[in-house]
């Protein structure tokens, strides 16, 4: 800062007494010339402006006024976001969970609306539809989406005001057709709402192909290490209005702290996730190669249903970086093979660095019955691996000693 500018600042306080300086020394200098390199966490929940300029910004003008409503590092956030996903307009919100509730309520469902969800989706996103949603009279109703025949079936008799999926599913790990989907979905007027985490914009940018919503737990990928919340939802300024009014008034935008650690986490993406796609298809043949496991699924062995359209669906040659192995056993038998990991991290998540193992059946799809599990293919045996960036060897290596045991 030059001097003029630090003598400006430091008489502006000196006819005040200390007590009153101590609150306000520092704060909202004249600003001196030059922009960080890296975009700040702004930790202020207000913003100064002359009352005319506040009024326009009140009055929708861009700007900053109150915290709820827009902050300088989330903003930083959501501009990379829609521009990577090729989107128009971006929200940051507390969680994933939160975006995709943000994403349904854009839909203005009422009583007798119908939703249509992939049969496979997120445990807690069925649980919000069927809690949240059904309560107010809201039809929902699952189905197998590689069935593209039943779906449009399916969309001829029940009308959906949106349909939701994820690309990958979640543990089994099928593969969605998302522009048919898109396609089929609009030609009866639904909306599509595609939840892209386990994509990441490097798979997937489903709003190129025409879908109307992505969402995102920037919780995973997209934040990458292990230490944010978040969610990120990308649209057409169409859905942009009604989404950030709601936003204002729930009060859902993500925290500056995260936002920061998640634009962070985006400038090693393409490192990191293209390092653990390579790791989770190595360790998937390694895996499949013996007779620890009853079975492995992955999008790119043989075995799998979808592998034989894995170059239309992913052109890079990148099948995710989740793999799915069904342990000869049920609960005891998952507990064990837990409790015997020594590298691979046994916590409920995916997208982080290093390697995660998850029991679907005590955490994501938890709330659904054994039944409900069975239907969905999700078996007691199973353990969903989020592969990390640490190198294969080792990875393989844990799992093979932590079935053994
Ligand atoms: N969508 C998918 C595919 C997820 O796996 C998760 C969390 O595991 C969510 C959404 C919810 O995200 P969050 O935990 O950030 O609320």
Redesign the pocket.
């Known amino acids: 800062m030059d001097v003029a500018t630090i003598m400006q600042n430091s008489h502006r306080d000196s006819r005040w007494q200390l007590s009153t300086r101590l609150v306000h020394a520092g704060e909202r200098l004249a600003a001196a010339p030059g922009l960080p390199t890296v975009h700040p966490i702004s930790m202020s929940n207000t913003y100064v402006a002359p009352p005319e300029v506040m009024d326009e910004i009140l009055g929708g003008a861009p700007g900053y006024t109150y915290g709820r409503h827009h902050n300088p590092t989330v903003d930083a956030l959501t501009h990379a976001m829609a521009g990577l996903e090729e989107g128009e307009a971006a929200l940051a919100y507390a ?6 509730h943000a994403a349904l309520a854009a839909m203005e469902l009422g009583p007798g609306d119908a939703l249509l969800l992939s049969r496979d ?2 445990g ?2 069925l649980n919000l539809v069927d809690q949240l949603l059904c309560p107010l009279g809201i039809q929902a109703e699952t189905a197998d989406l590689t069935d593209l025949a039943a779906v449009e079936a399916l969309l001829s008799r029940l009308r959906p005001r949106a349909m939701l999926f ?1 690309l990958i599913s ?1 543990p089994l790990l099928r593969i969605l057709d998302g522009p048919a989907l898109t396609e089929l979905a609009h030609r009866y007027g639904a909306r599509v709402i595609v ?1 892209n ?2 994509t990441t914009p490097l798979l997937a940018r489903p709003l190129t192909y025409g879908a109307d919503l992505v ?6 990928y997209l934040g990458g290490h292990g230490d944010a ?3 990120i939802l990308v649209t057409r300024p169409e859905f942009y209005e009604t989404l950030y009014r709601q936003q204002k008034l729930l009060g859902t935008i993500l925290g500056p702290f995260e936002a920061w650690l998640i634009h962070r986490g985006l400038k090693t993406l393409d490192l990191r996730f293209r390092r653990q796609c390579q790791n989770a298809q190595k360790l998937a043949v390694r895996l499949a190669d013996g007779d620890h496991f009853l079975a492995v699924h992955y999008p790119a062995l043989p075995s799998h249903p979808e592998s034989g359209r894995l170059s239309t669906f992913f052109p890079g040659g990148e099948a995710g970086a989740v793999v799915t192995l069904e342990l000869d056993g049920g609960k005891e038998r998952v507990f064990r093979f837990l409790k015997a990991l020594q590298l691979v991290v046994p916590a ?3 997208g982080d660095v290093y390697t995660l193992a998850l029991y679907p059946a005590m955490a ?1 799809h938890r709330s659904q019955s054994p039944a409900e599990r069975r239907a969905m293919g999700i078996t007691d045996g199973m353990v969903r691996i989020a592969v990390g960036i640490e190198a294969l060897e080792d990875i393989a290596q844990d799992i093979l000693q932590a079935a053994s045991a």
């Not at 969680?95 to 995709?100: L, R, T, V, W």
């Not at 969402?215 to 995973?220: M, N, P």
């Open positions: 969680s994933g969970m939160a975006a995709i989706l997120y807690a996103s994820e979640n939840d985490t386990f969402v995102h737990s920037a919780t995973k919340i978040g969610g409920t998540t995916v994501s």
